[in-house]
């Protein structure tokens, strides 16, 4: 079975400032997905990125980039020019792709709480 | 763009009652998931279901039962209520098709429906 592993439980970042926040995996799976996701305090789950496990290029979204180290297992999320609405739950999630049929589940990582501050 | 829309948002039950969950996928999304998020903790996967068929299955209470009908909506049923059942539930929809990068379509997410049993 996979695992996701968020070491921080907590961080804080200043407004306008860079943030990283690490995630690490346990799989013996060769093909999969990773994501991360934010929770807001309205506890709505928001999709913020998403990696292909079989690329080699980092996904990019805007303000938000991954850096992702297969052999590591390790898929940390980086947010620069941070902004206040930033402030949420972040959730590193894993995603099988092995197989055929239908997708998978989300397994999620316990997450970490960004603060962001003035 | 259309969400996932579930039903309650919110429900109070007492111990020993019986609640039911309803979630509307995004149209066309043949594939809904079901999560539990208990208070301060990651989503954990109960259940899935693909095309109305049972497709995979988590860390779901024999007291709870699901199913996913014609029109793909699904129904989460859960009976003989505990106070450890009071969470937030999740439904999420994607596209689920035998397609070899089927885990690549995103999972999105409801808003949420928050059980509380007294």
């Known amino acids: 079975a996979q695992t996701v592993t968020q070491s921080q439980p907590e961080m804080s970042v200043q407004e306008a400032e860079t943030v990283t926040l690490s995630c690490t995996y346990d799989?013996?799976?060769?093909?999969?997905?990773l994501f991360w996701y934010k929770q807001p305090p309205s506890r709505q789950m928001i999709l913020v990125i998403r990696q292909e496990a079989y690329k080699q290029q980092n996904a990019t979204e805007n303000r938000f980039s991954v850096n992702f180290q297969k052999a590591a297992k390790s898929f940390s999320l980086k947010i620069s020019d941070s902004q206040l609405g930033d402030a949420a739950m972040y959730f590193c999630?894993?995603?099988?792709?092995?197989?055929?049929?239908?997708?998978?589940?989300?397994?999620f990582g316990t997450g970490t709480r960004l603060q962001v501050t003035l | 763009a259309a969400g996932v829309i579930q039903s309650p948002r919110h429900l109070i039950k007492e111990k020993r009652e019986t609640a039911t969950l309803k979630c509307y996928p995004i149209?066309?999304?043949?594939?809904v998931y079901w999560y539990q998020q208990g208070p301060g903790q990651d989503p954990q996967f109960l259940i899935s279901?693909?095309?109305?068929?049972?497709?995979d299955k988590g860390s779901i209470p024999d007291r709870f039962s699901a199913q996913q009908f014609s029109d793909y909506h699904s129904e989460l049923n859960m009976s003989s209520l505990e106070l450890g059942d009071s969470a937030l539930y999740f439904c999420a929809s994607s596209f689920g098709r035998r397609t070899p990068r089927a885990g690549a379509n995103v999972l999105t997410f409801g808003a949420g429906s928050r059980l509380t049993v007294l």
């Open positions: 799989t013996s799976e060769s093909d999969y997905y």
């Open positions: 999630a894993y995603r099988s792709a092995e197989g055929a049929g239908t997708a998978s589940k989300l397994t």
């Open positions: 279901f693909y095309e109305k068929m049972q497709s």
């Open positions: 149209p066309r999304h043949d594939t």
